[in-house]
Each structure stands twice: as C-alpha cells, then as structure tokens.
C-alpha cells in the first residue's frame, strides 16, 4: 500500500493535467486505493455486487470522460448507489472522495455532465446538469439495494437481491438553495415570485411537464434568459 500511495500522485499528475477548478494535490489526497470497491457493508456483513441482480452503476463499464473544463480525460465510473466516483488506471481502481473542490466530468459519447453539489442534505453529492445557468437545472439518479427475501414455503419462490433503479429527481440550482422541482405549476412558481406569472405562462404556453426531462431543459433555459 505504501507504494501505491507513492505513486498516487504520478498516476493524477497524468490523467488531470488539463483540468481546472481543482489543483492536482488536493485531488491526488483526496483519492483513495480500494482493492474491494466491487462489495459494500451490509450491517456485519459485505455483499459483492456480482451476488446482486441489477447493477450500481450509471453505467457498467468505465468510460472515457473530459475532466473540468480542460482537454484532459480519464476512464471514470459513476456508482450510483453509493454516488461515488471510480477511476481506473491499469487494474488497479480508485474512488474520489466527496470533498470540495471536486470538478465537472463529462461524458464524451453522450455528452452528460456530471456535476458535484454539496447540499447538506441527503441530495448532496453528484448530479447529471441538464441546463447551465444561475438557475441550473440538475438531475438526481440513484438505485436502491433490496435485500434478498427466503422461500415462505415450498410453493413460493423466494427473490434474489437486486438493484431497483430509481426515478430521476430534479432540481433547481439557485444561487443559495437546491429546489426540488415539484409536480405542480403554481407550487413551482411560487418558489420565484418575482418571476411566477411569467413562470406559468411559459409552461402553459410550451405544454410543459415538469416531469419530462426535455421540457426541464427547455425550462432551464427560460429561466436563464
């Protein structure tokens, strides 16, 4: 481990040269070496993910991602269960801590933007931005562990452990508050004042459904008009 952690800092040094809003030594500290990244804690327990149906991440495999606003990229995967970050660098995986500064990644084949936010609330931690702006629109993905229920009898089967992938939550980023956007107009426009009938009217007019991810985005960008 001690050589790891030596070498911890060459393997950042290389692959976030190019990125900006974060320095290269707070990240190299922040990152941690964890051989058992593929199992979690389980009250006395460690389950691997393999004995679970269902993955935890965003997606599977690690992908190429540009880091920050730079030229820079590394492989990166996005456990949504436990809304960590993991890069990978030979076979060796390491996880980022969920320390600010933390910067932007984004994805080079869909172009997604994954974004840290700390919130100090349940929601802190990393988010998909679906529109840029003062009033940013985020999107919150996540799955949730159902442990493995036994056979009652012999006439019903049990049900293995799984990962049950959640509704996305979204959100908008002010300059001081993360607002959850709610189902309801009014209740959504009620959260800006100043701007509520010119709120509602846009809506109204765009057909817009505060539960469609591509109205929000158009929304997102009203706001920051």
């Known amino acids: ?3 790891l952690l030596t070498l911890l800092p060459l393997f950042f040094a290389g692959v976030f040269s190019q990125a900006q809003q974060i ?3 707070e990240i190299a500290r922040n990152a941690r070496f964890d051989k058992q990244i593929d199992e979690f804690n389980n009250g006395q327990t460690k389950i691997k993910y393999s004995d679970i149906n269902g993955i935890p991440y965003y997606y599977p495999q690690f992908t ?3 880091v920050g606003e730079g030229t820079g990229t590394i492989s990166l995967r996005y456990n949504i269960f436990l809304d960590t970050i993991e890069v990978v660098e030979k076979e060796d995986v390491y996880e980022l801590s969920k320390e ?5 990644f984004t994805f080079l084949s869909t172009k997604e933007k994954l974004v840290y936010v700390k919130t100090n609330d349940q ?3 990393y988010f998909f931005e679906l529109a840029p702006g003062k009033l940013r629109i985020l999107k919150k993905v996540s799955t949730k562990y159902q442990p493995a229920t036994p056979a009652p009898n012999s006439l019903i089967s049990g049900t293995p452990a799984m990962f049950i992938l959640q509704k996305p939550i979204y959100f908008i980023q002010a300059e001081n508050r993360l607002i959850k956007i709610p189902k309801n107009t009014k209740e959504l426009a009620a959260e800006f004042p100043a ?4 709120i509602k009217d846009f809506i109204d007019q765009q057909k817009i459904k505060l539960s469609r991810e591509e109205d929000l985005i158009k929304l997102g960008q009203f706001l920051n008009k």
């Open 64 to 66: 190429t991602v540009k």
């Open 1 to 3: 481990m001690k050589i």
């Open 100 to 104: 600010e500064p933390t910067p932007d």
């Open 123 to 125: 929601y802190s931690g």
């Open 23 to 25: 320095s290269l030594g």
């Open 195 to 198: 701007q509520a009938k010119e």
